[in-house]
């Protein structure tokens, strides 16, 4: 079914047509023909099909949404770094910046937030908080997610600092 609706985009004046009236529909097209192709050994097929979803979003949230399926195949793959790449990106286009570098204090400085914020509030206020529904963080959250695995396979040093974000509901933005 992809390749049937990969066949009929190769009318340019047609792809640009769905592409203006379809803009959401087209991205998850995209989006699951790459997972097809994937799971079909077309690893380089699967990947241009993100990269054209990725240059055809419109909004941050529309980029890392489809750059979580090139973490995934990149985890997949045991491609670590590139997976971790493709997640920085991710982040960097909801405005979330990863440390580089000297991760221990990176980890630290969120270890002190979550102890901060932790002494503010009583059990029965963290109990009471409303459930997130902010998508931006909610983005994040799943581009982190996504990035656990390869990162906790190849970079340790990230994967604390990723745990620490989580444990206190993220700073990095």
Known sequence: LDRIAGGLLVNPGFA???WHCRHELMLQLFKEWAETEFLEGERSEAERCIHRAVARARTPLEIADALCVLIVQYTLLAKYPQAIDAGRRALAAL???LPHGDFDAARDRES??????LRQKSPAELRDLPEMTDPVV??????LTTMGPPCYRSHPELWSVIVRFFQ???EFM
């Open 16 to 18: 640009e047509f769905l």
């Open 95 to 97: 405005g979330v910046v």
């Open 112 to 117: 002190a937030q979550i102890e901060e914020q």
């Open 138 to 143: 909610l983005m994040v959250t799943r581009v």
């Open 168 to 170: 206190g509901g993220g």
